[in-house]
């Protein structure tokens, strides 16, 4: 395994590649979910001239003022135990480049727009947030070429505006969709999670609880809403039910495949969850 830096190595290494690319970006401190996309990603291996790239970046420009906020200087960095992850995982190339090698003169002029669909839900309390998470992927595709790139159903919303955005910019990458892991105890696993105490997380099963069971039919949308924000130490964000594509709203009770998807604050830690209805 080579844990590159660089734009420039980077390019070197693929440089005779004949072989197919998996990439699977991520922002570090691994937990099972990211390992998940790996091994979905091995998986589909057909030879071997094909390889897996992996890259860790904590991206500023997704973060409340382009990184100038707790939240991006409190993410978890942890790119030793990381690389080890990745390597037993079975990763062949990790990279895992600086801020300034990303954006040698700062903030780019020239973004990609995730336009409403990246407006709404996630983008509605975190402004700016996916023509960020757009503009970097983008980037790591123009970097890395990957034939596939693997996105977590846990954030569905960005694996929403990733599609729409390989289908408007005509980019050519095949992008597969993995299932969320979650803990024993129903918890979607998160790097956000290590920032919660053993209250904390009792508290924010609430959120898949209240999910599982619009999910099952046992409430509706607005007793669910009612019954999330009442929950003990739950602050509700948002609560949805909504087109899996296009994102927009649909009316409860859904009568074709519907996602339903919350985010909630607890303990001062922002969550968010989903669930195929
Ligand atoms: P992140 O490091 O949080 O940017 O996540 C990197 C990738 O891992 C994204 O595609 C996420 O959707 C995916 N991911 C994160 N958590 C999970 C999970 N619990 N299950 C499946 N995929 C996940």
């Known amino acids: 395994m080579k844990l590159i830096k660089t734009k420039a190595e980077l390019v070197d290494a693929l440089a005779d590649l004949r072989g197919h690319i998996a990439l699977v970006p991520t922002m570090g401190a691994l937990h099972d979910g990211h390992l998940s996309l790996v091994a979905a990603a091995r998986a589909d291996i057909s030879s071997a001239d094909d390889m897996v790239v992996a890259s860790i970046f904590v991206n500023p420009l997704q973060f409340a003022q382009l990184g100038d906020c707790d939240d991006y200087r409190n993410y978890p960095r942890t790119l030793d135990a990381d690389a080890q992850l990745l390597e037993s995982a079975g990763v062949d190339i990790i990279f895992a480049p600086d801020v300034a090698e990303m954006y040698p003169q700062g903030t780019p002029e020239v973004w990609v727009r995730s336009g409403e669909m990246g407006s709404q839900l996630e983008g509605a309390s975190r402004p700016g947030h996916f023509d960020g998470v757009a503009t970097v992927v983008a980037k790591l595709f123009s970097l890395i070429r990957p034939n596939r790139a693997y996105f977590g159903q846990k954030d569905a919303q960005q694996l929403a505006v990733i599609k729409r ?33 053993a209250t904390d997380r009792q508290n924010a099963l609430a959120l898949s609880a209240t999910l599982a069971a619009l999910r099952d039919r046992r409430i509706d949308l607005e007793q669910a809403r009612v019954e999330l924000s009442n929950a003990d130490a739950v602050d509700l964000d948002y609560l949805e039910v909504v087109s899996p594509e296009t994102l927009q709203p649909i009316t409860w009770p859904p009568t074709a495949p519907a996602l339903a998807l919350g985010a909630i604050t607890v303990g001062g ?9």
Do not use: K, Y
């Open 165 to 197: 955005m390989v289908h408007d910019l005509d980019l050519r990458v095949d992008i597969r969709a993995v299932p969320i892991i979650r803990g024993a105890d129903g918890l979607a696993e998160s790097s956000r999670n290590q920032h919660l105490g």
């Open 269 to 277: 830690t922002r969550l968010i969850d989903n669930m195929d209805i």
